[in-house]
């Protein structure tokens, strides 16, 4: 190789290695460097085609792929003595346009490919907007029904045993319809708070002209409570005693709430299955935890009042929900006892 070739030649391989320098990303420029070395130590080849291919899937400014394209070919249109032009255009197109020709229609089709990954997933959310619709719509119908049906009858309930309490003549009658009245009254105080978790709007999808969701539901009953629930069961003759175990104390409202829940759902079917029986309510405070037991007596059974049928399977999903663990059985003797096991 003449001196000037060489001269030329080194000129290209410091133009190749400063343009790496200054226009490539920092994972690019050893890359370059490598390369410009290489060409220096021996014929530019394979090395080149392999940069090329990264160079066109790397960058995305059309300078900076111009500028590497030049520099690249000068490599090969500067041929060694003896060496054809022909045969330095094919080393030019074979190992820098074709390289980079695949590396730019790879990084094509990988925009393609995001662009339609990213509308797949805006017609995903899409979806999802319009299905949480349909289920808020959904919802606001279910409390209409149950307002009409549920609430309506209610209502009259309360009515009619207001009137009884007044218009009754014996204290005792009195005073069991004072019970259906104010029992009543919390039935529509708790069914409006259902029916307000199901017709409130998601913070996705409020109501029209941004109203807001609704009165404030009434307070979740919680173990404070617990005397007044057994004072009904006492007034509807079934014998209850509560026992305390334990060091009372302060739990998540959560747990008390899950805790009254266990104990009202028990005592419904002690009304509803046995009777008048011997019922006792064990409030076990452990350090970790709150254990409620529920026993009854053997009743007579032969009473069934309407229900869902889905009390003990609901309170084992609330329970559950928070950790613990749910048991209802038969006793030998033919009593029924339900336990809740509540971290706290």
Request: glycine residues 8%; charged residues 20%.
């Amino acid at each position: 190789m003449s001196p000037v070739q060489e001269y030329a030649q080194a000129t290209v391989v410091g133009l190749l290695a400063a343009s790496g320098a200054v226009v490539a990303a920092r994972r690019m420029w050893p890359l370059l460097t490598v390369t410009a070395v290489d060409a220096v130590m021996r014929s530019p080849g394979f090395l080149v085609a392999v940069t090329s291919y990264a160079v066109a899937t790397t960058y995305r400014r059309r300078s900076h792929l111009t500028v590497y394209a030049v520099s690249a070919s000068l490599l090969f249109v500067i041929p060694p003595p003896g060496a054809a032009l022909t045969s330095s255009l094919g080393g030019v197109a074979l190992f820098v346009w074709l390289p980079m020709a695949l590396g730019l229609w790879a990084t094509a089709r990988g925009q393609v490919l995001e662009g339609l990954r990213e509308r797949a997933d805006r017609l995903e959310r899409e979806q999802s907007a319009r299905t949480e619709r349909a289920r808020a719509q959904e919802r606001a119908r279910i409390a209409r029904d149950m307002h009409d049906v549920v609430a309506h009858r209610v209502s009259l309930m309360v009515l009619h045993a207001g009137a009884l309490e007044i218009n009754a003549a014996e204290r005792r009658t009195a005073t069991q319809a004072e019970l259906i009245r104010t029992t009543g009254v919390e039935a529509l105080a708790q069914l409006r708070a259902v029916l307000g978790v199901l017709n409130t709007p998601s913070a996705e999808h409020p109501r029209p002209g941004g109203e807001p969701a609704g009165e404030p539901l009434v307070e979740r009953p919680a173990l404070a409570d617990l005397d007044r629930l057994l004072d009904r069961s006492r007034s509807a003759g079934v014998p209850v005693e509560r026992r305390d175990e334990g060091t009372a104390r302060a739990l998540p409202a959560m747990v008390e709430h899950a805790a009254y829940r266990v104990v009202q759902e028990a005592l419904t079917n002690v009304h509803k299955h046995a009777g008048a029986v011997a019922t006792r309510v064990t409030l076990r405070f452990l350090p970790s935890a709150l254990e409620v037991t529920i026993g009854s007596a053997p009743g007579g059974g032969d009473r069934v009042l309407p229900g869902g049928g889905f009390g003990l399977a609901g309170l084992r999903e609330r329970v559950e929900l928070l950790d613990g663990e749910f048991t209802a059985r038969r006793d030998a003797d033919g009593g029924f006892t339900v336990r809740a096991w509540l971290p706290t």
